[in-house]
């Protein structure tokens, strides 16, 4: 994924909202970045452009070799479900499903084949869920719903799983718990995972850190381990964002 | 599980709210029992008003002498009846064939005498079922007459009585001879109840010095809805030819109009249902979707296409429409068979009303048999369906154009 410029505003009555002011950005297959800000500074709408819900008014986005400015809208759903993974902070799965249905349906909608039944079971054991999969979501915990909407995001293996503060709702221990299994995700199959959090716990098991403020790239660091990545010079996020 | 699934989550979600999805289903549900049920007694009625209507007097297809219907003129005969009657009577939609002579005559009892009609009928068919004389076992033949109760009372007549008739024959001769009263009838035909003095064929053209003739022949089909083609195909008959043939919609055209009246009725009905499956239908749909803005929203952000959202709502309106129809059918059936085995009675009903009712000079009993064709269940069925779809289309079309991203904002 790579942003040059990228820039949102939105139309607030007969004001502008200048939600991204030139984000220049650039991911890596495997990466686990976590996009952190105070609020207001542009994560969510980062993320939605990112996640092809939604397309910048300026600059260069690309997503998976794709130009998403350039897609239309049809292209663009078929996209997010066919190569995108999604976690939102909540309203994440069909509450009317079980677990195992909710993952099944999104299969389903992919064009998985028969298999798309033991492949949904497969996943949620992946998540600790296998002894829940037949439970209605309103029968599951906070913590449990938010790994059932983990599980549908890996389900098909999408080279990208985008999550919105997929943790605000949890308790330090779920969240705790719902990061490692990200974690393992990414590290077993190298999936690209890039979510927001305002929760420091949470931003502790990212390897990369990018932080927003003002709907620009205030800070870009990595942590632990991993191999250092080339951080742009603020000079240039400064020069390209003005 | 594409198909199986869709269903499957529209019956779910309609459990969701299960107090809205038992009132809208109650709400379909007695306008459908409702509508089988006003249906149910606008078929008996359009059957039972044809019936009465075409049993006693005017058939299903009539032939007469062409000039008969504007003079009225004794001579005005058809002749060589009895090969004509069999050859009709051939025939496999006709189901019988009445043999009528119409004569005007003086009927006394001592010095006073009335102006009445003489009406000679083949008394094996006028005795058939809902016929003229439906079931009368009176023995005729040997000068014995049924008067009209109406006519009878008029003159002072009793059962028994002698009357003489005073009339003229077709070929211009005196007829004239003695009668007894055999019987008083009450028929559902007014002008028979006033005016009509009944015979026997063979004996009313004795008196009017008739050969083999008739004024007209009344001719019943085995399927009444198929009187006008009938009457086509006979008047191209060799035996018919040169005979006025008319079915009975031609014969009497007011007659009709009460019948078609009853049936334009159904457009009202019909768009009763409409209101109330609408009104259930459209309440749920709107407000389930508007309630699930955030789940909607999701399912677009995740790349649903928006068309099989579109479809979840329709299929769910639709489980909610049929699911309802259902109901009121299984309700509105049994409401319909009971009625029909029963049978109501309007004065009862109505505390008071009448138990018939007079139009077009002929009498209606008021015991109401509904009666249900399939045509109607379907018919209703798909009144609901289409309306449930019509009244989804607009919360549907909404949840598939929300803009994912601010749908899951809001
Ligand atoms: N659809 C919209 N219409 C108008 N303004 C918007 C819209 N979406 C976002 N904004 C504005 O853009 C700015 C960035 O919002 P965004 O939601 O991206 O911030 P955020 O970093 O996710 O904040 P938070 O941490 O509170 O979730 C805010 O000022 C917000 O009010
Ligand atoms: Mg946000």
Redesign the pocket.
């Known amino acids: 994924m790579r942003a040059r410029g990228v820039t ?1 505003t ?3 009555g007969r004001q502008e ?4 002011r030139g984000v220049d950005l650039d991911v890596r297959a495997g990466e686990f970045l976590a996009l952190v ?12 452009l990112i996640g092809a819900l939604d397309v910048p008014t300026a600059g260069e986005l690309l997503v998976l070799g794709r130009p998403i400015a350039a897609l239309s809208k049809h292209e663009r759903a078929h996209l997010r479900l066919q190569s995108l993974g999604f976690v939102f902070q909540a309203y994440n799965l069909v509450p009317v499903l079980t677990a195992r249905e909710n993952v099944e349906f999104v299969l389903e909608l992919q064009g998985a084949g028969l298999d798309r039944r033991a492949r949904a079971q497969e996943v949620l054991a992946e998540l600790g869920l296998a002894d829940l999969t037949d439970r209605r979501i309103n029968e599951l915990s906070g913590g449990q719903q938010q790994r059932v909407a983990v599980a549908r995001a890996v389900a098909a293996r999408p080279a990208i799983v985008l999550a ?2 997929p943790t605000a709702n949890l308790d330090g221990e779920n969240a705790e718990t719902l990061m490692h299994l990200m974690r393992d995700l990414r590290d077993r199959h190298g999936m690209t995972f890039i979510f ?1 959090t ?1 929760d420091p716990r949470v931003v502790a098991h990212a390897v990369r850190i990018v932080t ?1 403020v003002d ?1 620009r790239v205030a800070r870009d660091e990595r942590t632990g381990g991993e191999p250092p990545h080339t951080i742009l010079p603020a000079a240039t996020v400064q020069a390209v964002g003005a | 599980m594409t198909v199986l699934t869709t269903w499957r989550i529209a019956w779910r979600n309609l459990w969701r709210n299960p107090r809205r999805t038992t009132l809208a289903l109650i709400a379909i549900g007695l306008s459908v029992t409702l509508v089988l049920i006003y249906d149910g007694i606008l078929r008996w009625e359009t059957d039972y008003l044809v019936d009465t209507i075409t049993g006693p007097m005017l058939g299903h297809v009539q032939a007469h002498a062409p000039e008969w219907r504007r003079t009225r003129a004794m001579d005005k005969t058809l002749g060589g009846v009895s090969r004509t009657v069999a050859a009709i009577g051939r025939d496999p939609e006709v189901a019988g064939v009445d043999t009528r002579v119409y004569a005007p005559a003086l009927a006394a009892l001592g010095e006073e005498g009335f102006a009445v009609v003489v009406v000679g009928v083949d008394m094996a068919e006028a005795t058939g079922p809902s016929r003229l004389l439906p079931g009368s076992k009176v023995p005729l033949g040997g000068r014995r007459a049924l008067m009209g109760r109406l006519l009878a009372e008029q003159m002072g007549v009793r059962q028994g009585a002698e009357i003489a008739i005073v009339g003229q024959g077709v070929d211009g001769s005196l007829a004239n001879d003695l009668f007894t009263v055999a019987a008083l009838i009450d028929t559902s035909v007014d002008l028979v109840n006033r005016q009509a003095i009944v015979l026997p064929i063979a004996e009313a053209r004795e008196l009017f010095a008739m050969g083999d003739e008739a004024h007209e022949l009344v001719i019943y089909a085995r399927d009444p809805a198929r009187a006008g083609p009938l009457a086509a195909r006979l008047s191209g008959s060799p035996e018919l030819a040169g005979v006025e043939v008319l079915d009975w919609k031609t014969a009497a055209p007011g007659m009709n109009d009460l019948v078609d009246l009853v049936s334009v009725m159904w457009v009202f009905v019909l768009l009763l249902v409409f209101v109330a499956a609408a009104a259930g239908v459209a309440n749920t749909a709107l407000m389930s979707t508007f309630e699930r803005t955030h789940e909607f929203g999701m399912l677009l952000a995740l790349g649903t296409a928006p068309a099989r959202i579109v479809g979840m709502i329709l299929v769910e309106s639709l489980a909610l429409g049929v699911t309802g129809a259902l109901l009121g059918t299984a309700l509105g059936g049994a409401v319909v068979a009971w009625a029909y085995h029963a049978g109501v009675d309007w004065a009862k009903l109505t505390g008071g009303g009448p138990s018939s009712l007079s139009a077009f000079g002929v009498t209606f009993t008021m015991i109401i048999r509904p009666r249900l064709a399939s045509i109607d269940i379907v018919r209703v069925v798909l009144a609901v369906m289409a309306t449930a779809i019509l009244a989804s289309t607009w919360p549907a079309l909404r949840a598939a154009r929300l803009q994912p ?2 749908a899951l ?1 809001e």
């Open positions: 949102k939105f139309a607030s909202v200048w939600a991204l800000g105070p609020s207001g500074s542009g994560k969510t709408t980062l993320l939605n919105d503060e927001s305002h927003l709907g | 991203a601010r904002r």
